[in-house]
């Protein structure tokens, strides 16, 4: 029998030129990550066999994932960013907040570097591909062979001597102590947590993701693209606006105002901006009388991304921070993160941009203690502008990230 590893590895060969163009890269250094890639997730579930609970988690994940008769064409479209591949796109969010909690930006980021990425978040995003094309792949080896959870975790646990070689340096410490192999019926009847190494992590913005998305994102998720086949033309930073909500038919309520005291559930008390996203929110989450919609969205207003990138700045971890504490204050309440753009660019690039900060914002919400499964990331291009696009500061306007309630 093949390896998971080159089976994997052949599955995504295919479409190995098709990502390069897509995220300007060549085709040497995308082989290179996308076989890191791999290796780093099927270690961290082969690290994951030793704790049950995480286990049971990553097989309700590959069970419940639709199982593809040709892998051949759900990998392409994966790669295409099409809708089809979108519940693919959120699994892997889930799982690689499973495996990697907040620290699973940090991964990508390492990925990209080993692999000599020239783009930053080109290894981010390839880690969200992978991971959608890992559970894609374990979902129909557990329908094929009819495997039970046991059985899944053994025949990852055998080939823990091939995973771990495949792993970079760099990455080691990320995947944590691998059991060695081991027969066992069912892994339910382990207790032994593994054990989490003590990790000293490169800096990036608001304790990515991913997202995750981020990621990610959540993001996530998912799971999106950065890059078309040529990058867009630079784009300024994005920068603090005053818009507050976007109501159906795009009427946008400006004046963030003066800063105000708001009390959550649990006794945290926030300082808010009285006409800012966070007072806009809570209220929309108190008031039993307005239903949950998918026209009522939140713009955040002190949320900057690098120009033409999904790098959120460091001045934006205070709002990010405040929407951590009301999705905490209200555990009950979902939400979509959906990323705009303005009409700079091809419209797939924008496209791909705006999911690539949807998630980025998602994975850092996730980051900082949000359950990936409260959460999804849309990118919506340019469409649905809030402001011309003739002049520069409907530019700034349309590039923005707005949340939207879908559960309270």
């Given at each position: 029998?093949?390896?998971?590893?080159?089976?994997l590895?052949?599955l995504?060969?295919?479409?190995?030129?098709?990502?390069?163009g897509?995220?300007?890269?060549t085709?040497?250094v995308?082989?290179?990550?996308?076989?890191?890639s791999f290796?780093?997730?099927?270690?961290?579930i082969?690290?994951k066999?030793?704790?049950p609970s995480?286990?049971?988690?990553?097989?309700?994940?590959?069970?419940?994932?639709?199982?593809?008769?040709?892998?051949?064409?759900d990998?392409q479209?994966?790669?295409?960013?099409s809708?089809?591949g979108?519940?693919?796109?959120?699994?892997?969010a889930?799982?690689?907040?499973?495996?990697?909690?907040p620290r699973?930006?940090?991964?990508?980021?390492?990925?990209?570097?080993?692999?000599?990425?020239e783009?930053?978040?080109?290894?981010?995003?390839l880690?969200d591909?992978?991971a959608?094309?890992?559970?894609?792949?374990?979902?129909?080896k557990?329908?094929?062979?009819?495997?039970r959870?046991?059985?899944l975790?053994n025949l990852l646990?055998?080939?823990?001597?091939?995973?771990?070689a495949?792993v970079p340096?760099e990455?080691?410490?990320?995947?944590g102590?691998v059991?060695?192999?081991?027969?066992d019926?069912?892994i339910?009847?382990?207790?032994?947590a593994?054990?989490t190494?003590r990790?000293i992590?490169?800096?990036h913005p608001?304790?990515?993701?991913?997202?995750v998305?981020p990621l990610i994102?959540v993001?996530a998720v998912?799971l999106t693209?950065f890059?078309?086949?040529r990058?867009p033309?630079?784009?300024a930073?994005i920068?603090?606006?005053d818009t507050?909500?976007?109501?159906?038919?795009?009427e946008?309520?400006?004046?963030?105002?003066?800063?105000v005291?708001?009390?959550?559930?649990?006794?945290?008390t926030?300082g808010?901006?009285?006409?800012?996203?966070?007072?806009?929110?809570?209220?929309?989450?108190?008031?039993?009388?307005?239903?949950?919609?998918d026209t009522?969205?939140?713009?955040f207003?002190?949320?900057n991304?690098a120009?033409?990138?999904?790098t959120?700045?460091?001045?934006?971890?205070?709002?990010l921070?405040?929407?951590?504490a009301?999705?905490?204050?209200?555990?009950?309440?979902?939400v979509?993160v959906g990323?705009?753009?303005?009409?700079?660019?091809?419209?797939?690039?924008?496209l791909?941009?705006?999911?690539?900060r949807?998630?980025?914002v998602?994975q850092?919400?996730?980051?900082?203690g949000?359950?990936a499964?409260?959460l999804?990331?849309?990118g919506?291009?340019?469409?649905?502008?809030?402001a011309?696009?003739?002049t520069?500061?409907?530019h700034a306007?349309n590039?923005?990230i707005?949340?939207?309630?879908?559960k309270?």
């Amino acid at each position: 029998m093949s390896g998971i590893l080159d089976s994997l590895t052949s599955l995504a060969s295919p479409v190995i030129g098709q990502i390069a163009g897509q995220l300007g890269e060549t085709d040497a250094v995308v082989t290179r990550g996308i076989q890191s890639s791999f290796a780093s997730i099927l270690g961290g579930i082969i690290n994951k066999t030793e704790d049950p609970s995480a286990m049971d988690r990553i097989f309700e994940l590959v069970n419940t994932r639709a199982v593809s008769a040709d892998l051949g064409t759900d990998v392409q479209k994966m790669a295409s960013g099409s809708a089809a591949g979108a519940p693919a796109t959120a699994g892997a969010a889930l799982l690689l907040a499973e495996l990697f909690g907040p620290r699973s930006y940090t991964v990508g980021q390492l990925i990209g570097q080993t692999a000599e990425f020239e783009e930053p978040t080109s290894g981010p995003w390839l880690l969200d591909f992978t991971a959608a094309l890992v559970l894609a792949f374990l979902a129909k080896k557990v329908g094929d062979d009819g495997l039970r959870l046991g059985g899944l975790s053994n025949l990852l646990v055998a080939e823990r001597r091939s995973v771990i070689a495949a792993v970079p340096i760099e990455l080691k410490s990320f995947i944590g102590t691998v059991p060695t192999p081991r027969v066992d019926p069912d892994i339910r009847e382990r207790a032994a947590a593994a054990a989490t190494p003590r990790v000293i992590e490169p800096g990036h913005p608001s304790a990515a993701r991913r997202m995750v998305w981020p990621l990610i994102g959540v993001a996530a998720v998912a799971l999106t693209w950065f890059y078309a086949t040529r990058r867009p033309a630079p784009e300024a930073p994005i920068v603090s606006r005053d818009t507050a909500v976007t109501q159906a038919g795009g009427e946008v309520v400006d004046a963030v105002g003066g800063f105000v005291k708001r009390v959550l559930p649990g006794g945290v008390t926030l300082g808010v901006a009285g006409s800012g996203i966070e007072s806009k929110l809570i209220a929309f989450i108190e008031d039993k009388s307005l239903p949950v919609n998918d026209t009522t969205w939140f713009d955040f207003d002190r949320l900057n991304f690098a120009g033409g990138s999904a790098t959120i700045l460091p001045e934006s971890k205070g709002q990010l921070d405040n929407i951590v504490a009301i999705l905490k204050g209200y555990p009950n309440v979902n939400v979509n993160v959906g990323g705009y753009t303005d009409n700079v660019g091809s419209d797939d690039a924008n496209l791909r941009l705006s999911q690539r900060r949807a998630d980025a914002v998602m994975q850092a919400l996730v980051g900082s203690g949000i359950a990936a499964n409260r959460l999804t990331a849309e990118g919506y291009g340019e469409k649905q502008s809030v402001a011309d696009n003739s002049t520069e500061q409907g530019h700034a306007r349309n590039r923005r990230i707005a949340v939207n309630v879908t559960k309270k």
